[in-house]
């Protein structure tokens, strides 16, 4: 057995260094180390790997060691040189360093733009600013927002904008277990956003285009007229447009709601699902050059070339191209036979990946794709023969099913570590909704085809959205079953990467008979458990308060163990987008469910009393008078637009801590915060700093 491990590392090298790669990008980020010390070790290491080259072969048996460790200090490096020349912050013309407010910027839009509820959005990569009259190039990357009203017909993709208003950096919500939304920009090399009104900016009139990209824009511009004119249904058009190439500005939200709760949400996004089914209908249409000697090599070039113009067709979004990457690295790999491992393959593409954009690393799909892949390879043969079935198409429905199981034991822990729900049903859904989607795909492709044809493609267009509604009426209807969502689920990155040792330690001892593997499988679990215990435990003792950041709206939660109670503006009640973006993360990090009473909360008209803390509330116009006897108030809460004046209050009360929630006007609340610095009073605005957390104990 140790003869097949130093065979199985041998076949896939790669494998063993792409850890390293992956840790020298974390702890780039993690840390920001400069660029000397990365430098050093890198050609340290070249330096000892080239040493070992030339000396005697037994010397380099015996330091071994030596020669693996200059080896992982080297790919260390390179992902953290990588990771740190991808970062827009280091490079010395970004435009922070030389942007002032009310400067002058001049801005290309780098796509289409998209359409909001008030307004239309699109990325923009800024060429310079002006500054007392000059020109200053600089590099960097802005989200730009026009207000429909506002917007000429002029504006594309392309287009140069000037305009003076100040740039705002991207910030988070700041409520607890909110989406990191700065750093997801940040990984895009985005950093400042402006919101543009009529007058606020200029069309200037030349334009930046490259042909390349206006090329990709055109196409999928005649993809969706095409898929506009023959699918019928406006559920049935959005799902349509999202399958086939990822445009999502049409999709219904509650529709895409039903597919995430039912665990096929990855058939909407453009990835290795779509891609997968290329490649397998590519490798069909291709399998007779492969008895030809002479034309042999060519199936390889049809393949790639196939994969990359469906990624093209797609809008070459970064899903889909680390995709085409992927498979791009598995047809050269079964291009040279015996000599190449998939594992090694794979670990090949992730590399070339990450030296593209080492930022992938905490991309959510990469992570999946890579997951169910790696999933699919080791389990797939060990799950299809559970059963053997003598019918070809009961034998091709039990494969898709065994796939589906397949992929779900690696991905299931980033699942829930990610979205923190597990569809129950996920069998159910997929059994119908790979196969049929897989169909849908192939009939779209078919309706671009024949689109000139118009009877052909209204044919084409009429079965087409029969089978979406078909498929979006067996979600649906799956989606209402009871018990079809296990929600709230919260592990940490921790119990996360425990789950997955488990997961192959156990499949290990399965698959190969190694009792090593089952030991290192329990281990796993039994921390799994330990460390998911501990944080029970830490549930039930935790006390807080938590005034959360609502644009416009007041939202606090008083916590007390595993249960909460809600203060707060009743529409957040109702509207689920709005309680599910700002307020369930929370909810969820720490572990908490409703309850219409907790005992050591009182509350009386704009009096709360929680525990041991006096909490007042301010959302009225409100006056008082100065008293010798100051009553005591830990918590100040301000929201809404009351009239009143700090001095005032605190001539009346002893306040220890002023919170201003999401309601308060940004311009009342700088002149509140004034007075609350003259008399010394500690301040926290939740849309400057993000909510306010009170622990109690």
Not at 149 to 161: A, E, F, Q, T
Not at 333 to 360: E, V
Request: aromatic fraction near 14%; charge should be positive.
């Amino acid at each position: 057995m140790a003869g097949y491990s130093s065979h199985f590392w041998k076949k896939a090298p790669l494998l063993k260094l792409l850890p390293a790669m992956i840790g020298g990008i974390m702890l780039q980020w993690q840390f920001q180390f400069g660029a000397t010390i990365w430098w050093l070790i890198l050609v340290s290491g070249l330096i000892i790997l080239l040493l070992f080259s030339i000396i005697p072969l037994l010397s380099r048996y015996k330091l071994f060691f030596i020669s693996a460790v200059a080896a992982f200090s080297v790919f260390i490096a390179i992902g953290a040189l990588l990771a740190r020349m991808k970062d827009p912050r280091n490079d010395k013309d970004w435009l922070r360093n030389f942007y002032k407010e009310k400067d002058g910027v001049v801005a290309t839009l780098n796509e289409p733009l998209s359409e909001k509820t008030k307004s239309y959005k699109a990325n923009a990569t800024i060429n310079y600013i002006i500054q007392d009259g000059k020109k200053i190039p600089v590099k960097g990357k802005i989200i730009v927002y026009l207000r429909k009203d506002s917007l000429p017909p002029s504006v594309s993709y392309g287009s140069n904008i000037l305009f003076t208003k100040s740039l705002q950096e991207i910030k988070n919500s700041g409520n607890p277990g909110g989406f990191d939304y700065k750093r997801y920009a940040l990984f895009q090399g985005i950093t400042h956003q402006v919101f543009l009104k009529s007058g606020e900016y200029e069309i200037l009139d030349v334009k930046k285009q490259a042909w390349f990209r206006k090329f990709i824009f055109s196409t999928r511009e005649t993809v969706l007229n095409t898929l506009r004119k023959n699918i019928t249904g406006e559920k049935e058009l959005g799902l349509a447009e999202a399958l086939l190439i990822g445009y999502k500005d049409d999709l219904d939200q509650s529709l895409v709601q039903s597919y995430t709760n039912t665990g096929v949400v990855h058939i909407i996004a453009i990835s290795g699902l779509h891609l997968g089914l290329i490649y397998w209908l590519l490798v069909q249409l291709f399998r007779p050059l492969q008895k030809k000697k002479k034309w042999k090599w060519l199936r390889p070039v049809f393949i790639i070339t196939g994969l990359w113009l469906f990624s093209l067709l797609a809008g070459a979004q970064p899903s889909v191209l680390r995709s085409a990457v992927m498979f791009t690295c598995i047809v050269i790999g079964d291009g040279l036979g015996r000599k190449s491992s998939i594992f090694n393959t794979l670990a090949f593409s992730a590399f070339i990946l990450l030296c593209i954009n080492p930022y992938w690393l905490w991309d959510v799909g990469f992570q999946l794709s890579y997951a169910a892949v790696l999933s699919i390879v080791i389990f797939i043969r060990p799950i299809y023969n559970w059963f053997y079935i003598k019918n070809k198409i009961l034998d091709f429905i039990w494969k898709l099913n065994a796939v589906t199981i397949a992929a779900q034991i690696l991905t299931v822990p980033l699942s829930i570590y990610h979205f923190h729900q597990f569809p129950n049903y996920f069998l159910l859904t997929n059994f119908l909704a790979v196969p049929l989607s897989s169909f849908i795909v192939l009939g779209e492709i078919f309706l671009c085809a024949v689109g000139w044809i118009p009877v052909v493609a209204a044919f084409a267009g009429k079965i087409l959205s029969w089978m979406i509604w078909l498929m979006n009426t067996w979600i649906e209807k799956i989606e209402l079953l009871r018990f079809s969502l296990w929600d709230g689920m919260q592990i940490t990155l921790v119990q996360a990467i425990l789950l997955l040792v488990f997961a192959a330690g156990i499949s290990y001892w399965l698959i190969e008979k190694v009792k090593k593997g089952l030991l290192i499988g329990l281990a796993a679990l039994l921390c799994f458990v330990v460390f998911r215990s501990f944080s029970f435990i830490a549930a039930n003792k935790q006390q807080k308060i938590i005034v959360y950041n609502v644009p416009q709206r007041r939202a606090i939660d008083f916590v007390d163990g595993r249960k909460y109670f809600f203060i707060g503006d009743t529409d957040l009640l109702a509207d689920a987008f709005l309680r599910n973006f700002h307020l369930k993360p929370s909810r969820i990090l720490f572990r908490i469910t409703p309850d219409s009473l907790l005992p050591d909360l009182k509350h009386k008209n704009n009096y709360i009393q929680y525990h041991d803390k006096n909490i007042l509330l301010i959302d009225f116009s409100v006056s008082f008078q100065p008293t010798d006897k100051k009553s005591k108030i830990d918590l100040l809460l301000v929201s809404g637009n009351p009239r009143f004046y700090i001095t005032n209050l605190a001539g009346a009360m002893d306040i220890k801590q002023v919170v201003f929630d999401g309601s308060v006007p940004a311009w009342k609340a700088t002149y509140w915060k004034k007075d609350c610095d003259s008399l010394h009073i500690p301040w926290h605005d939740v849309t400057a700093k993000g909510a306010f957390v009170m622990n109690l104990r």
